[in-house]
């Protein structure tokens, strides 16, 4: 039997749409969008979202009365453990209520249960940005009322691990990997047999800098910093999460800029991208304590782990602690696919978000 998988995936700055049967990728586009479209708020972002998968569905002959079900990458919701869920009220109501953060992500159980609804198709999500399997010794921090939360790449963090576990020949659950997403967001990722016990906040929270993020920064002159501009709490999450690292620094996320900036010479990108990768290799150093220094691999994936320039500088702080591997890109739309034919197939149950 073959299933029919329609896969959507919305970032911050593309939406990417895919249709497999079973396993296999038949089509897929990633479909950019302009910074003044993705500058709107997400919900106003809904309609030429929805219009864009309409023209792939339409130009590749797609009918969704052919589709068994919608797999799309999770938001922001409550702490959750890995796996995928079936698209409810309680899911679609948090998503749009941005009470658990803002980010596209939020847009693509939404835009999938919108698609299915008509032709009773079930919506699913897999591994979202909140999957939280952090073991308790790493929530506490030194004031009472704040706790450290969990918000990455679960999808291609988790998707990366398997293949580097398969190519030892062993299960996910049979290794220790720290993985490094370099997107957007930045994350980094200590994976202990399967789980993914202590992780920087990619969003809003600790870690390095990243292309749109601020990264952690010291408490007073941040403390200072709100004071002296009198800012909102909107104003500040907008702040760290969408106008920080590389935009803050040189006014572009676009990291391939900056690069050629920094190997034509010019000394302001130098020293970004030297900053920057000391604090990534600082954050992997934290995750091999947590690890107990027993690694089987360090991963770097995500769209700037196509820099063989940033990894070149990355190396050698962190080369010690084992052997690195490159997945450059993300594993996403086939991690999102296999989520949803899992379900099918029976090998897993479709969990209920509560
Ligand atoms: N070939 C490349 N070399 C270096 N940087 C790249 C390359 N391709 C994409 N990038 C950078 O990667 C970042 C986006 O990563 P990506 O993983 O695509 O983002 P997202 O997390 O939004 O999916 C951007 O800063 C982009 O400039
Ligand atoms: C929300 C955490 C995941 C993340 O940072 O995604 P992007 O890199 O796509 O913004």
Redesign the pocket.
């Known amino acids: 039997m073959t299933f029919k998988i329609l896969v959507l995936n919305l970032?911050?700055t593309s939406t990417k749409v895919a249709y497999f049967e079973n396993k296999k990728e038949v089509c897929s586009e990633t479909l950019r969008h302009s910074t003044s479209q993705v500058g709107l708020p997400l919900l106003k972002q809904l309609p030429f979202r929805l219009n864009s998968i309409q023209e792939f569905l339409d130009e590749n002959g797609i009918g969704l009365d052919n589709i068994d079900i919608i797999s799309a990458r999770g938001?922001?919701l409550k702490p959750i453990d890995g796996g995928t869920y079936g698209v409810n009220r309680l899911m679609l109501d948090e998503l749009t209520s941005f009470n658990n953060?803002e980010?596209?992500?939020n847009l693509s159980a939404v835009i999938a249960h919108e698609l299915g609804r008509d032709h009773d198709i079930q919506a699913t999500i897999t591994d979202p940005?909140v999957v939280d399997e952090l073991i308790d010794e790493v929530r506490m921090t030194g004031l009472k009322d704040i706790s450290r939360v969990s918000?990455?790449?679960a999808l291609n963090q988790k998707a990366v691990a398997r293949n580097f576990a398969k190519k030892l020949g062993k299960n996910y659950t049979d290794v220790n990997v720290i993985v490094v997403?370099m997107?957007?967001?930045?994350?980094v990722g200590a994976h202990e047999k399967g789980r993914v016990i202590d992780v920087n906040?990619?969003?809003y929270g600790d870690g390095p800098m990243?292309?749109?993020?601020s990264g952690a920064l010291p408490n007073r002159a941040f403390a200072k910093y709100i004071f002296d501009n009198q800012l909102t709490l909107h104003e500040i999450n907008t702040i760290i999460s969408k106008q920080g690292g590389f935009i803050s620094l040189k006014g572009t996320e676009d990291a391939l800029t900056i690069e050629r900036e920094a190997l034509d010479g010019d000394q302001y990108s130098l020293d970004l991208y030297r900053s920057l990768s000391v604090q990534i290799a600082k954050e992997i150093g934290s995750r091999a304590t947590v690890l107990k220094g027993d690694i089987d691999g360090i991963l770097f994936t995500?769209g700037l782990a196509h820099s063989k320039f940033l990894i070149d500088l990355i190396r050698p702080y962190i080369e010690f602690l084992g052997d690195v591997e490159v997945y450059a890109g993300e594993e996403e739309m086939q991690a999102l696919a296999e989520g949803a034919y899992r379900v099918l197939t029976g090998e897993e149950k479709l969990k209920e978000y509560i």
């Open positions: 970032g911050s938001g922001l953060g980010h596209a992500s940005v918000i990455f790449h997403h997107g957007g967001g930045i994350t906040d990619g969003l990243s292309p749109t993020r995500g």
